[in-house]
């Protein structure tokens, strides 16, 4: 068990070594700059003077040098945009992002997974039907288009909801307020990773129904739910465990467009907004920290396939 | 009869729905290739002085903002749109399929080498990794295909592994190599089969992903470009106009649910009748 | 257990609902105005719009522009100017506070502009200072600036951008290493100072209590981070926001809302569509004049603006009253008239209506514009159809701004752009217009126009120099530098309940945030 953590570490490590190079090759690659340097009144000179504050003159290689220098010695850099460490941008919209794509996770689970379950136990019934199609439905809108429908139902026509932000302003605010602002992001971007959870857990659960153990099970004479919890739930759930895995890092720095139309200060909207405007060291400082994030997510994950299904051997060859 | 068994039944109307849901996927795909030729306007062509007509002679489904005919932008957003999203799709299930097969047979180190690049795509937001190619190679179609698709398949590729890796240990796959079955006759015989429905779902839930997200990247303004017409540059533009002109939203947005509910419907119908254990 | 839960959501969502429902963010007294990014609190090194909106609430200038954009003292109490124009002298309000309490002094206002013609501080402000060879202080409320020649355009643009800052807040820090201040902590002496600053979220400023000039009406001035417009909108028509500048795609939404109304300031900006005058295409004057007359503007202002523009009468903008010459015409669309002088200019139409030039060369080029900007991008597309209608064969191209700029603009490397000119209010425009500057990207050269325009930044005669303005806008008729589309009007959406909101550009009317007010 050490031996395979240890193992585990240093593919992590190998993994965010080829995400740095790889981010950094990507967005120096690209014609174009910093948006910081756009501006047509610059002159000639004052260009140069920016270039050199911000380590732009130095030859590529050189710059991925103390790039690399400064990710080991656990210096993520200073954005060009905003003129703070990397650090404490990233740190600033943490806790937002973590409530936002926490939230929405715990939606998605605690409603995509039973649903799923139940509508492949009792596959074709009245809740299979209503349920699949509002998850077909809710997987074929474009987001944007739903957090917009969103807020001119709920912020303007009938205004119970705010129509965006974290909290209210220039108020104490309290734990009441910041629940109102969250009600829309979460449910918006909860909506898709619901439906994809419940599609795959009826789809898997299904494929499960039909293994022979269950089969078997059912032979026994155990009742049909008995069958489904203790059986299928387990053999089913390797999917959507890797279903899970994909939609961490969706929900965490992909959730820029939600973030976006609510106005939520969450780190995806930072990353859109820093990859626009050419913000260097932020763009790579925020692909490290969410990619160092999934890593782990996906080493946990790891240890869950051992968990659901005995049959994955550690050294499996 | 259990409910959950799939009965001869439950596969007619399975077939049932991939015949509608496939029928309708051929009739956009057409009305998208079709449609230009025979309806034959300039998408293009701006009329200022006739923005944002209302349905009516002339312009059968209005025009926009900038009087552009909105029948034709929609007949030739539906091409941009529709082969975005299949030509993605096809990109992306091509490396899944492939990178993820290799990683599950093709021994330790493969594995290693093929995971760990896998790991990286996955763990870099898609987003970032889009705006980021799309900067390489332009907000083109084949720009958009190669972003999109490009880094799209890595969930595909794991789910391939890990049900091969699952599948690998199970008896009759033993018995099977015990036998003296080759790797590739592993894969075709005994593999694929099991793994049809999971990669169908994939790759079919794929085509509406890479339609949703060019509509998501003319959001942030990296979809196609004006003045040419997508599906999802006319719902982005169309925000604007919400009160105004409605149906600027209503066509391309019905579009896009219209599309990507058939083409989901079809890969679970599909699903459903290719169900391997049913076939054995 | 599974469908007790999934029917308790609901519930709770309504009752969430249900218990604070009708509060608005920022209590009755507050003005709320949204950015799109998190601001620089730092006027020196702020490089965007947003940063330079809020920091005009925070940060107090010398001077600041009054209703007709002329400077008016706001730290300065006066000011004397010696005779061969090279110094300024200014008497600084006296017992003036920053926020933090500490006495404003002219060592402020030395330590500032030293900061800003320092090449290696960071300053964004340095090209528009570059005449400013020294800064004295006299007294501890006597400033005295010294000049490298006479400079007509410096008190405008003292009063633009130019925020005084604290020198007691960076000893021994360089200004980008002050990063709590130019994140949260901000010390300014304006009607405003920052009291809360989250990330992405916003930034509240309460009323200074220390304030030199007149009582603020309002408690609070809220910026709120919100990067999408038409999010912007839906939280006006929402009511969490009070002023929104808006695109004319927006007009339609927000003119039916009863609770806002929608005002047209005119701004100081140009936008125009500049030829590479490096290319031959465009280096005749005839061809620029024939391409002047070939765009049917009013179809733009009308369509695309949706009115909120003014039909323009070469490059220095209408709103410059005390310099612009109304007595111009307003360029007409004559395509005729265009397509001969085109004519003369050596350009024949072939069998498909393309023009082609002796070595049978077709005039096509293409048009760079900025992506994402539908304003811009339509106005694009009707040049480009204009233009065809004369034979001319544009292709568009669109470019994020930063790449537009940085590898195609300032290298010269382009045929046209549709771009556009935000300026100080002065129609000074040497930089851009004449011979070899470093902004002329359109490579423009005139004699003629280069000593009008060298003469204008120097003489300080007003009636003077409206004279040599009215000459060079004379001058433009016959060799446009570049084709002027419009004058654009800024479209705000606020809301009605503001009173007391100047009539000018949100950056100017912010200098005067004091005034503005919310009915109860």
Same mark, same amino acid.
């Given at each position: 068990?050490?031996?395979?953590?240890?193992?585990?570490?240093a593919?992590?490590?190998?993994?965010?070594?080829?995400?740095?190079?790889?981010?950094?090759?990507?967005?120096?690659?690209?014609?174009g700059?910093?948006?910081?340097?756009?501006d047509?009144?610059?002159?000639?000179?004052?260009?140069?003077?920016?270039?050199?504050?911000?380590?732009?003159?130095?030859?590529?290689?050189?710059?991925?040098?103390?790039?690399?220098?400064?990710?080991?010695?656990?210096?993520?850099?200073?954005?060009?945009?905003?003129?703070?460490?990397?650090?404490?941008?990233?740190?600033?919209?943490?806790?937002?992002?973590?409530?936002?794509?926490?939230?929405?996770?715990?939606?998605?689970?605690?409603?995509?997974?039973?649903?799923?379950?139940?509508?492949?136990?009792?596959?074709?019934?009245?809740?299979?039907?209503?349920?699949?199609?509002?998850?077909?439905?809710?997987?074929?809108?474009?987001?944007?288009w739903?957090?917009?429908?969103?807020?001119?139902?709920?912020?303007?026509?009938?205004?119970?909801?705010p129509?965006?932000?974290?909290?209210?302003?220039?108020?104490?605010?309290?734990?009441?307020?910041?629940?109102?602002?969250?009600?829309?992001?979460?449910?918006?971007?909860?909506?898709?990773?619901?439906?994809?959870?419940?599609?795959?857990?009826?789809?898997?659960?299904?494929?499960?129904?039909?293994?022979?153990?269950?089969?078997?099970?059912?032979?026994?004479?155990?009742?049909?739910?008995?069958?489904?919890?203790?059986?299928?739930?387990?053999?089913?759930?390797?999917?959507?465990?890797?279903a899970?895995?994909?939609?961490?890092?969706?929900?965490?720095?992909?959730?820029?467009?939600?973030?976006?139309?609510?106005?939520?200060?969450?780190?995806?909207?930072?990353?859109?907004?820093?990859?626009?405007?050419?913000?260097?060291?932020?763009?790579?400082?925020?692909?490290?920290?969410?990619?160092?994030?999934?890593?782990?997510?996906?080493?946990l994950?790891?240890?869950?396939?051992?968990?659901?299904?005995?049959?994955?051997?550690?050294?499996?060859? | 009869?259990?409910?959950?068994?799939?009965?001869?039944?439950?596969?007619?109307?399975?077939?049932?729905?991939?015949?509608?849901?496939?029928?309708?996927?051929?009739?956009?795909?057409?009305?998208?290739?079709?449609?230009?030729?025979?309806?034959?306007?300039?998408?293009?062509?701006?009329?200022l002085?006739?923005?944002?007509?209302?349905?009516?002679?002339?312009?059968?489904?209005?025009?926009?903002?900038?009087?552009?005919?909105?029948?034709?932008?929609?007949?030739?957003?539906?091409?941009?749109?529709?082969?975005?999203?299949?030509?993605?799709?096809?990109?992306?299930?091509?490396?899944?399929l492939?990178?993820?097969?290799?990683?599950?047979?093709?021994?330790?180190?493969?594995?290693?080498?093929?995971?760990?690049?896998?790991?990286?795509?996955m763990?870099?937001?898609?987003?970032?990794?889009?705006?980021?190619?799309?900067?390489?190679?332009?907000?083109?179609?084949?720009g958009?295909?190669?972003?999109?698709g490009?880094?799209?398949w890595?969930?595909?590729?794991?789910?391939?592994?890990?049900?091969?890796?699952?599948?690998?240990?199970?008896?009759?796959?033993e018995?099977?190599?015990?036998?003296?079955?080759?790797?590739?006759r592993?894969?075709?015989?005994?593999?694929?089969?099991?793994?049809?429905?999971?990669?169908?779902?994939?790759?079919?839930?794929?085509?509406?992903?890479?339609?949703?997200?060019?509509?998501?990247?003319?959001?942030i303004?990296?979809?196609?470009q004006?003045?040419?017409?997508?599906?999802?540059?006319?719902?982005?533009?169309a925000?604007?106009?919400?009160y105004?002109?409605?149906?600027?939203a209503?066509?391309?947005?019905?579009?896009?649910?219209?599309?990507?509910?058939?083409?989901?419907?079809?890969?679970?119908?599909?699903?459903?009748?290719?169900?391997?254990?049913?076939?054995? | 257990?599974r469908?007790?839960?999934?029917?308790?959501?609901?519930?709770?969502?309504?009752?969430?609902?249900?218990?604070?429902?009708?509060?608005?963010?920022?209590?009755?007294?507050?003005?709320?105005?949204?950015?799109?990014n998190?601001?620089?609190?730092?006027?020196? *090194?702020?490089? @965007?719009?947003?940063? !330079?909106?809020?920091?005009? %609430? =925070?940060? &107090?200038?010398? $001077? +600041?522009?009054?209703?007709?954009?002329?400077?008016?003292?706001?730290?300065?109490?006066?000011?004397?100017?010696?005779?061969?124009?090279l110094?300024?002298?200014?008497?600084?309000?006296?017992?003036?506070?920053?926020?933090?309490?500490?006495?404003?002094?002219?060592?402020?206002?030395?330590?500032?502009?030293?900061?800003?013609?320092?090449?290696?501080?960071?300053?964004? *402000?340095?090209? @528009?200072?570059?005449? !400013?060879?020294?800064?004295? %202080? =006299?007294d &501890?409320?006597? $400033? +005295?600036?010294?000049?490298?020649?006479?400079?007509?355009p410096?008190?405008?643009?003292?009063?633009?951008n130019?925020?005084?800052?604290?020198?007691?807040?960076?000893?021994?820090?360089?200004?980008?290493?002050?990063?709590?201040?130019?994140?949260?902590?901000?010390?300014?002496?304006?009607?405003?100072?920052?009291?809360?600053?989250?990330?992405?979220?916003?930034?509240? *400023?309460?009323?200074?209590?220390f304030?030199?000039?007149?009582?603020?009406a309002?408690?609070?001035?809220?910026?709120r981070?919100?990067?999408?417009?038409?999010?912007?909108?839906?939280?006006?028509?929402?009511?969490?926001?009070?002023?929104?500048?808006?695109?004319?795609?927006?007009?339609?939404?927000?003119?039916?809302?009863?609770?806002?109304?929608?005002?047209?300031n005119?701004?100081?900006?140009?936008?125009?569509?500049?030829?590479?005058?490096?290319?031959?295409?465009?280096?005749?004057?005839?061809?620029?004049?024939?391409?002047?007359?070939?765009i049917?503007?009013?179809?733009?202002?009308?369509?695309?603006l949706?009115?909120?523009?003014?039909?323009?009468?070469?490059?220095?903008?209408?709103?410059?009253?005390?310099?612009?010459d109304?007595?111009?015409?307003?360029?007409?669309?004559?395509?005729?008239?265009?397509r001969?002088?085109?004519?003369?200019?050596?350009?024949?139409?072939d069998?498909?209506?393309?023009?082609?030039?002796?070595?049978?060369?077709?005039?096509?080029?293409?048009?760079?514009?900025?992506?994402?900007?539908?304003?811009?991008?339509?106005?694009?597309?009707?040049?480009q159809q204009?233009?065809?209608?004369?034979?001319?064969?544009?292709?568009?191209?669109?470019?994020?701004?930063?790449?537009?700029?940085?590898?195609?603009?300032?290298?010269?490397?382009?045929?046209?752009?549709?771009?556009?000119?935000?300026?100080?209010?002065?129609?000074?425009?040497?930089?851009?217009?004449?011979?070899?500057?470093?902004?002329?990207?359109?490579?423009?050269?005139?004699?003629?126009?280069?000593?009008l325009l060298?003469?204008?930044?120097?003489?300080?005669?007003?009636?003077?120099?409206?004279?040599?303005?009215?000459?060079f806008?004379?001058?433009e008729?016959?060799?446009?530098?570049?084709?002027?589309?419009?004058?654009?009007?800024?479209?705000?959406?606020?809301?009605?309940?503001?009173?007391?909101?100047?009539?000018?550009?949100?950056?100017?009317?912010?200098?005067?945030?004091?005034?503005?007010?919310?009915?109860?």
């Open positions: 068990m050490t031996a395979f953590l240890l193992r585990r570490a593919h992590a490590l190998t993994v965010i070594f080829v995400v740095c190079t790889a981010t950094f090759a990507l967005v120096h690659l690209a014609p700059g910093p948006a910081v340097l756009a047509p009144k610059l002159s000639l000179e004052e260009q140069a003077a920016i270039e050199q504050r911000l380590g732009l003159d130095r030859p590529v290689a050189a710059q991925y040098a103390l790039w690399m220098g400064r990710v080991v010695r656990g210096d993520l850099g200073k954005s060009f945009l905003y003129e703070v460490p990397n650090r404490r941008a990233i740190g600033e919209r943490l806790p937002n992002t973590a409530l936002l794509a926490g939230t929405a996770l715990l939606l998605s689970v605690l409603l995509g997974v039973p649903l799923g379950l139940w509508s492949a136990v009792r596959r074709g019934g009245l809740v299979d039907r209503v349920v699949s199609g509002l998850a077909f439905v809710a997987m074929a809108v474009p987001t944007f739903l957090a917009i429908g969103a807020i001119f139902t709920f912020a303007i026509a009938v205004p119970i909801f129509a965006g932000g974290a909290s209210s302003a220039g108020e104490a605010g309290g734990f009441m307020d910041r629940l109102r602002h969250l009600v829309m992001p979460a449910a918006v971007l909860a909506a898709v990773t619901t439906a994809e959870l419940l599609r795959y857990m009826r789809s898997s659960a299904q494929t499960a129904l039909q293994q022979p153990f269950v089969r078997v099970a059912r032979a026994k004479g155990l009742r049909n739910r008995a069958v489904a919890w203790r059986h299928v739930f387990r053999t089913a759930l390797i999917p959507v465990v890797t899970l895995g994909i939609q961490f890092p969706r929900l965490v720095g992909g959730a820029a467009i939600t973030e976006t139309v609510f106005a939520w200060p969450g780190l995806g909207r930072l990353g859109v907004q820093a990859a626009l405007g050419r913000d260097y060291p932020l763009v790579m400082a925020i692909t490290l920290f969410v990619s160092a994030a999934v890593v782990i997510v996906n080493m994950m790891d240890l869950l396939y051992l968990w659901i299904d005995p049959r994955i051997r550690l050294d499996a060859s | 009869m259990n409910a959950a068994m799939v009965t001869p039944d439950g596969r007619r109307t399975a077939r049932r729905r991939a015949a509608f849901a496939g029928g309708m996927v051929v009739f956009l795909a057409l009305a998208a290739i079709a449609g230009p030729i025979l309806y034959d306007t300039d998408p293009n062509a701006l009329d002085t006739q923005a944002a007509a209302p349905p009516g002679a002339g312009h059968p489904l209005g025009t926009d903002e900038s009087g552009r005919d909105v029948l034709g932008r929609l007949l030739a957003g539906g091409r941009v749109s529709l082969a975005v999203g299949f030509a993605a799709v096809a990109c992306s299930g091509l490396l899944g492939s990178l993820g097969a290799l990683a599950g047979l093709g021994g330790r180190r493969v594995d290693t080498i093929v995971m760990r690049f896998t790991d990286a795509m763990a870099i937001p898609a987003l970032f990794l889009i705006i980021t190619t799309l900067a390489l190679f332009g907000t083109s179609v084949p958009l295909v190669i972003a999109i490009g880094t799209s890595m969930g595909l590729a794991r789910l391939v592994r890990a049900e091969l890796l699952s599948i690998r240990e199970q008896a009759y796959v018995a099977a190599r015990a036998l003296g079955a080759r790797p590739a592993l894969l075709t015989h005994h593999a694929l089969p099991h793994l049809l429905p999971n990669v169908l779902v994939n790759v079919t839930f794929g085509v509406g992903t890479a339609i949703l997200m060019e509509s998501a990247l003319s959001f303004g990296l979809g196609i004006p003045p040419s017409a997508s599906w999802g540059n006319m719902l982005t533009n925000q604007s106009y919400l105004s002109s409605p149906w600027l209503v066509y391309p947005g019905l579009l896009i649910l219209t599309t990507v509910v058939a083409v989901n419907v079809l890969g679970d119908a599909l699903r459903d009748a290719a169900e391997p254990e049913a076939r054995a | 257990m469908r007790f839960r999934v029917w308790l959501l609901p519930a709770i969502a309504a009752a969430i609902a249900g218990s604070c429902a009708g509060e608005k963010g920022g209590g009755p007294n507050a003005l709320r105005i949204p950015l799109i998190d601001p620089i609190l730092n006027p020196v *090194l702020a490089p @965007d719009i947003g940063s !330079v909106l809020i920091n005009k %609430v =925070i940060f &107090s200038s010398l $001077v +600041r522009p009054d209703e007709q954009l002329r400077p008016v003292p706001d730290l300065a109490l006066s000011w004397s100017t010696s005779a061969d124009g110094e300024y002298t200014f008497n600084l309000k006296p017992g003036v506070k920053w926020h933090d309490g500490e006495p404003f002094t002219a060592n402020d206002v030395k330590f500032t502009f030293d900061q800003i013609i320092d090449v290696k501080s960071g300053s964004r *402000l340095r090209s @528009d200072f570059a005449a !400013v060879a020294g800064i004295d %202080v =006299i &501890s409320l006597t $400033v +005295r600036f010294r000049l490298k020649a006479p400079f007509a410096f008190l405008a643009l003292l009063g633009y130019a925020g005084i800052l604290p020198a007691h807040k960076f000893r021994d820090r360089k200004l980008t290493d002050a990063t709590d201040f130019s994140r949260s902590a901000p010390v300014g002496t304006g009607p405003f100072r920052v009291v809360q600053a989250a990330a992405g979220s916003a930034i509240v *400023l309460e009323r200074n209590p304030y030199h000039g007149t009582k603020p309002l408690d609070q001035v809220i910026f981070i919100v990067p999408d417009v038409n999010a912007q909108v839906a939280q006006l028509l929402a009511g969490e926001l009070d002023i929104v500048p808006i695109e004319p795609a927006n007009l339609p939404s927000v003119e039916r809302a009863t609770a806002v109304t929608v005002v047209r005119p701004i100081v900006q140009h936008v125009y569509v500049g030829f590479n005058q490096s290319r031959p295409f465009f280096k005749p004057p005839l061809v620029r004049q024939a391409l002047d007359l070939a049917n503007r009013q179809a733009i202002v009308d369509g695309v949706k009115g909120a523009a003014d039909l323009p009468r070469g490059t220095i903008p209408m709103v410059l009253s005390g310099f612009f109304p007595s111009l015409p307003a360029p007409g669309y004559l395509p005729d008239s265009a001969a002088m085109l004519g003369r200019a050596g350009w024949r139409p069998e498909r209506n393309l023009l082609r030039n002796a070595d049978g060369k077709p005039f096509a080029f293409t048009l760079l514009v900025d992506k994402g900007n539908p304003t811009r991008e339509q106005s694009a597309l009707a040049v204009d233009l065809r209608r004369v034979g001319i064969d544009a292709s568009i191209g669109t470019l994020e701004f930063a790449t537009l700029v940085r590898d195609r603009v300032l290298p010269g490397d382009y045929d046209a752009v549709l771009i556009w000119w935000t300026t100080p209010p002065d129609p000074d425009q040497y930089a851009f217009y004449a011979t070899g500057q470093d902004n002329n990207h359109v490579r423009y050269s005139n004699a003629r126009v280069d000593s060298a003469a204008g930044r120097a003489t300080l005669d007003s009636v003077q120099r409206r004279a040599l303005y009215n000459e806008q004379r001058e008729l016959a060799d446009p530098p570049v084709l002027v589309l419009f004058y654009p009007r800024e479209l705000l959406a606020v809301s009605r309940r503001l009173r007391g909101l100047p009539a000018l550009g949100l950056r100017d009317a912010l200098r005067h945030v004091e005034r503005i007010a919310v009915a109860r």
